[in-house]
Structures are given as C-alpha cells and as structure tokens.
C-alpha cells in the first residue's frame, strides 16, 4: 500500500509539475510545438509565389499586348464614323475588285481633288455667309430712323471700320483653316494610297500605269489625288486615326482634325449621287500580279 501511495503522489506531482510548465511556457509567449509548425506550414502555402515557366510568361505578356492593340484600335476605329450609305460603297466596290477580278477605270471622272475643291468651296461660300450676317443687321438698323443718328456717328468715329477689320480677320483666319485641312488630307491620301490603300488586285494596274504615266497626257504629272475617285478617300478615313496617331500630333490639334473629317463625310453623304461616280474594267494583261 505504501508503494502505491508513493507511486500515486509521484504521479500527481508529475501532473502538477508538467501543468506548472505548460503554463509558463505560455506566459512566455511559446506555443505548442506541433501547432507551431503547422501555422508555418499554413503561412508557406499562403505566402508561396506562384511560379510560371519562361512561355507561360511570354504568353501572358503577349495576350496582354494584344489585347492592348485591340482596344486601341478599337478607339481609333471610333474617331471616324462612317455613315451606312458610305459603308455599303466600300463594301459593293470590294466585291467588284476582289470577286470579279476588276479595276478602276483611271483617271476617275470625279477625282479625290474634285471632291475636295467642292467641299472646300462650300465652306467658303458658308463663311461669306456668316459675315454678310452682322452687315445686314447693321443696314437693317440703318433703316430704322430713330437710331440712324447713332450709327452715323460710330461710322464717324471709325467704329464701323474697326467692326469690318475684325470680320475680315475672322474670315480670312478661318478660311486658311479650311484651306490647311483639305491641303493636308490631299497629301495624306497621296502619300498613303501605293502603300496603304489600294486592294491586292490593284497594285499591278497602279504600277502599270506610273510606268506609262509619262506617255499619257490624262496621267502626266498629277498627284494621286487628281487621279483616284473617292471611292478610295472613304479608304482612308479608316485608315487615318492610326496616321494621325503615329503622326504625334497634339490632342487639342487631332480633335479639330477630327471634328473637320467628321464635317466632310457628312458631306459626302449629302452629295454621295454626284460624287460616288466610279466605273469599272476588267485587268489588262500587263496589270496582272503574280
């Protein structure tokens, strides 16, 4: 019996003992042994990068970059709207070329440069317009007797000079501004139409004929844009906002450029009847590309 009692309040003290060490350890700040490493099991999974092979990462990299491209282009695409009417035109005459194995007859009976000269004096005619505006409200008070003595006298004065000065200065201001745009679309489409806007099946008729342009008195010394109709301006509208954009040009100067392109195709649909006018032939032997 003595035995067990000595066994049995070992065995307490033990107990007391290892209780006294747990809660130490505890105070101390010391977990258990097993939890601890399973934690840090738990925070190296958490933390763990995750590791991709050297293609993988290309891959990423690429689908990011175009996806990029896309929207981009996506947003240029969307700074020229084309009308439904003017959409079908490309659309009928990329059938005759590319399906019926036809081109343009050239030089085109209404030419870029005709299209644009019209245009351009329809602006012109429109800002004639808005400065006869103030004159003829001027002579309207003219009539009226009870301020005719008013208006005399800040003729008089050179009022009325200073008042026309500022008229033609607007005018002439916003007519080189008109001027400037058609001039530089004119260079725009005869820099891009060999390189950017002719279909497969025309480049060898456009070769053809810089060969022979020389001997041919309707070709000799005109720029493309005395040469091609409209039908490949609507081209390069879908073409110019990446021109632009590789031009670098400032924001505030691409909006105008945009605002004034979106003013000319609305032209273009108005007069569509008169100006869209192009006819069609078969490919000479000479313009065929192997």
Same mark, same amino acid.
């Given at each position: 019996?003595?035995? /067990?009692?000595?066994?049995? @309040?070992?065995?307490?003290? %033990?107990?007391?003992?290892?209780?006294?060490?747990?809660?130490?350890?505890?105070?101390?700040?010391?977990?258990?042994?097993?939890?601890?490493?399973?934690?840090?099991?738990?925070?190296?999974?958490?933390?763990?990068?995750?590791?991709?092979?050297?293609?993988?990462?290309?891959?990423?990299?690429?689908?990011?970059?175009? +996806?990029?491209?896309?929207?981009?282009?996506?947003?240029?695409?969307?700074?020229?709207?084309?009308?439904?009417?003017?959409?079908?035109?490309?659309?009928?005459? &990329? %059938?005759?070329?590319?399906?019926?194995?036809?081109?343009?007859?050239?030089?085109?009976?209404?030419?870029?440069? +005709?299209?644009?000269?019209?245009?351009?004096?329809?602006?012109?005619?429109?800002?004639?317009?808005?400065?006869?505006?103030?004159?003829?409200?001027?002579?309207?008070?003219?009539?009226?007797? /009870?301020?005719? =003595?008013?208006?005399?006298?800040?003729? +008089? *004065?050179?009022? /009325?000079? =200073?008042?026309?000065?500022?008229?033609?200065?607007?005018?002439?201001? %916003?007519?080189?501004? &008109?001027?400037?745009?058609? @001039?530089?679309?004119?260079?725009?489409?005869?820099?891009?139409?060999?390189?950017?806007?002719?279909?497969?099946?025309?480049?060898?008729? =456009?070769?053809? #004929? #810089?060969? *022979?342009?020389?001997?041919?008195?309707?070709?000799?010394?005109?720029?493309?844009?005395?040469?091609?109709?409209?039908?490949?301006?609507?081209?390069?509208?879908?073409?110019?906002? $990446?021109?632009?954009?590789? *031009?670098?040009?400032? %924001?505030?100067?691409?909006?105008?450029?945009? $605002?004034?392109?979106?003013?000319?195709?609305?032209?273009?649909?108005?007069?569509? $009847?008169?100006?869209?006018?192009?006819?069609?032939?078969?490919?000479?032997?000479?313009?065929?590309?192997?």
């Amino acid at each position: 019996d003595r035995g /067990g009692e000595v066994s049995n @309040d070992n065995f307490e003290g %033990e107990k007391e003992a290892r209780t006294k060490q747990r809660k130490r350890k505890s105070e101390k700040g010391e977990e258990n042994p097993k939890t601890d490493t399973s934690v840090k099991k738990n925070q190296q999974k958490k933390v763990k990068p995750m590791r991709m092979s050297k293609k993988e990462i290309e891959r990423e990299i690429g689908l990011r970059e175009r +996806d990029l491209e896309s929207r981009r282009k996506q947003n240029l695409a969307e700074k020229i709207v084309l009308p439904f009417t003017l959409k079908k035109v490309m659309v009928e005459e &990329w %059938e005759i070329i590319s399906q019926c194995a036809m081109v343009p007859n050239l030089p085109a009976s209404v030419t870029v440069k +005709d299209a644009l000269s019209k245009y351009l004096e329809s602006k012109i005619d429109m800002l004639r317009l808005k400065q006869k505006g103030p004159t003829a409200g001027i002579e309207a008070e003219n009539q009226n007797k /009870g301020k005719k =003595h008013h208006i005399q006298n800040k003729v +008089d *004065s050179g009022d /009325g000079k =200073h008042i026309d000065n500022d008229m033609n200065g607007d005018f002439e201001n %916003e007519k080189q501004e &008109w001027v400037d745009m058609v @001039d530089g679309l004119s260079l725009y489409f005869d820099q891009a139409l060999p390189t950017r806007l002719l279909f497969k099946q025309e480049i060898g008729q =456009h070769t053809a #004929m #810089m060969r *022979s342009s020389s001997k041919d008195t309707n070709l000799e010394g005109k720029c493309m844009s005395e040469i091609y109709g409209c039908e490949h301006l609507l081209r390069l509208f879908i073409r110019l906002p $990446a021109l632009i954009d590789e *031009s670098g040009l400032p %924001e505030m100067e691409t909006r105008k450029i945009y $605002a004034k392109i979106g003013d000319l195709v609305r032209f273009l649909q108005k007069e569509q $009847a008169e100006l869209f006018t192009q006819s069609y032939r078969k490919l000479r032997h000479n313009e065929i590309v192997i």
